[in-house]
Structure formats: C-alpha cells, structure tokens
C-alpha cells in the first residue's frame, strides 16, 4: 500500500473520531513527517506514541485528541503484532515475581524525585486525588488520603500496613491525623530514602520489601497506586498476603485502577516507555482472587477523578519545566506530555476506572457503612 493510500486510510479512520489531519481544530493532528502512516498502522499505539516523541506530529489539545481516538475504539482497529506481544507476555509471564518485582522501582519510580517533586503538587502521592470537594490538586490528595483512613476506621494506637507505601506521604497522614503506627514497604530504593527523611520522627517503619516476603499482623492493611504492579498471576498471592497480615477485626482498602475490558489488555507503548510488567485488573479478576477470602464491604468508583488529577499533574509538569529541563531532554518532555495525555484520554473516555475496595475477613458486625 502506497504512502497516500496509507494517509488516505488514516483519514477516514480519524474521521470516526471527528478528527482531520492539519485541521484547525485544537484535537486535529497536524503531520510532521509523512512516514508517520506507515509507522502507526505496522506498530498501533506503540508506533503512534514512539512518532510523537520523535516529533513526527502534533496537536494542540493532545489529551483531547487521544480522548476522541479512545471514545471511537480507534486503538481496536490498529491491534498489531506489538499489541499480541504485550497482551501475551502480560498473560502466560509471571513478570512480577522475583527480581522483576523491583524492575519497576528502577525504571520508573527511581526517575528522581526532582520530576515528581515538581510534578505531584505539595504532597508526593502519586494516585487519584479525590475531588468531590476539593478545588485544587492538594485538597483532593489530601481528601483522599483521610477518606482511606476514614474507610479503615483507624484509631489511636493501632498498627498498619502500606504495602507500596511511595514517598511515605499517607502513613505520615495517618499518624500524624489519627495517631497511628506503621510499616510502609516499598521496591523502590529512591522511595525508601525519601520516605524514611519524610517519616523522621514518627512511630514508622519504611522497608525496602517484596510484599510476598510480609508476615505480621496489623489492624489495618491497605495500598495505594500499587496494585497494578501485581500482575494477574499474583492477585491471589496479594489478597493471601493481606489475609494473613490482617487481624480477624481488621480493615483492608484496595486503591487501584480498573479496566472495563477483558483481562491482561496491556499498552505496548505504556508497558515500554513507562510502566514495565503493569497490568490494570478486570473486575471479574479481582472477585475471583477474593473469593473466600474477605467480605467486600465496598467498591467505590471515582474514576473521573483522575482526568483532573492528571490534568493537574501536566500543569505542575510544564510550569516546571524550565528547571527540569537542565536534567531531561525534550524527547523526555515529549513523553511524559503522552504518558500524561494518554493516561488522562484513559478516563475521561472512561474505558478505565479508579476503585477502591473495603475489605474485611469476616464482615463487619452489624454490616459497614462505606464514607463518602
């Protein structure tokens, strides 16, 4: 197939999206490079992103675009030989286990705490905000960290768990706000320095651990923006984890994205450039590697949330960019900007959703009344 027949097939799918190439519109796409046809329908979304961090195109409202290409299943019509390779890796490797587990503490969350400092606002919580009353990026983080400790109904004097604890920002909330004391676990090594700074003083315990390798007993069990680094093989393993970890009376919250769709639908250009080994969870997963285990006191989904909370985050990105840019060069801007649009066409589409779980062994006496 010739280049113009390429270019001519790229536009008629884009106009299922309502989108022209070199229009005016702020979610046109504008061609830099006429290879760029070529590339996408042999390689998908990890053709289409790899262009765009090469400079090969560009739009104005970038999120907005990825939103219209999401909304009309575009990334369905362009399933590759690279989408089949990520979806069964993602199915038949077990690629969070063992020394893979802390592959994902090097290449992503080791990147330096300068770019998330800037980045994440003034609390380093890298996960959904909550925005039901919040008007700004630091009131939903906050918000959503009280409402987990709400949720967990923590008091003075109990013992938790965080398993995926980051930068230590919600075990200093919990102890600082309701008086508790806590192990946070982590595989990141520039996490575990930081939270450790972060939590001087307090009754905390930051470890650099495997959750798998956990084997004591708390009031409370929870985990934040972790979970989709488990791996479909390991669910079962995880919720083993928490029950043994959790005491008969205790609480667990689960905070994780969730997909609509069928399991192990893994991003090729996601899994490549930003999250190696992920996988966002199916429903049907997660009811299967409960059963018999807890009683699900809640699910709560507040996935629209992250469209803002992104947003945020690109804002505090570009306004900072001048600093950064003495550490990171302009292909690295031009990936985080379509990690970031991607990530927020994600959910504002709401092909993904944002959960959270309440969990107890063997239900709430009485039943449980789930905070809003």
Not at 61 to 90: F, I, N, S, V
Not at 111 to 125: E, I, P, S, T, W
Not at 261 to 277: L, R, V
Not at 340 to 348: D, E, K, M
Request: glycine share 10%; charged share 25%; with cysteine.
């Amino acid at each position: 197939m010739g280049q113009d027949d390429l270019k001519d097939r790229a536009s008629e799918l884009l106009e299922q999206a309502g989108i022209r190439i070199d229009g005016d519109a702020p979610t046109d796409l504008h061609v830099r490079d006429e290879r760029l046809y070529a590339r996408v329908f042999a390689h998908g979304s990890l053709g289409l992103g790899e262009a765009y961090i090469d400079g090969w195109w560009d739009a104005d409202d970038l999120p907005g675009l990825c939103t219209r290409l999401l909304t009309a299943g575009l990334d369905q019509e362009l399933k590759t030989l690279d989408t089949m390779l990520a979806h069964l890796k993602a199915r038949f490797i077990n690629l969070q286990r063992g020394e893979r587990a802390f592959e994902i503490g090097k290449v992503h969350y080791d990147l330096g705490n300068d770019l998330f400092q800037a980045m994440l606002g003034k609390r380093l919580v890298y996960s959904c905000g909550y925005w039901a009353k919040a008007g700004n990026l630091d009131e939903a983080q906050a918000a959503k960290l009280d409402l987990v400790c709400r949720k967990l109904q923590l008091q003075t004097g109990q013992r938790v768990l965080d398993i995926g604890c980051g930068w230590g920002e919600a075990l200093k909330y919990a102890a600082e706000h309701y008086g508790v004391e806590g192990v946070g676990i982590t595989v990141s090594q520039e996490q575990a320095d930081y939270a450790r700074e972060l939590c001087t003083g307090l009754p905390i315990e930051i470890r650099l651990q495997d959750y798998h390798d956990i084997n004591e007993r708390f009031d409370a069990v929870y985990s934040i923006g972790m979970f989709e680094h488990v791996g479909g093989k390991n669910y079962r393993a995880y919720f083993e984890t928490v029950n043994r970890c959790l005491k008969d009376g205790g609480l667990s919250v689960l905070h994780c994205i969730g997909s609509n769709g069928a399991p192990a639908q893994t991003d090729a250009w996601i899994d490549k450039y930003i999250f190696p080994n992920s996988m966002i969870p199916a429903a049907s997963q997660l009811a299967a590697a409960i059963e018999d285990l807890f009683v699900v006191e809640d699910w709560h989904n507040f996935g629209a949330d992250y469209d803002r909370t992104l947003m945020a985050w690109r804002a505090n990105f570009d306004a900072a960019w001048p600093t950064l840019s003495t550490s990171y060069d302009e292909r690295f801007r031009r990936m985080w900007h379509y990690y970031l649009s991607v990530s927020t066409a994600v959910f504002r589409s709401r092909r993904d959703q944002l959960w959270q779980l309440v969990l107890s062994p063997h239900g709430v006496p009485g039943g449980y009344r789930a905070p809003r």
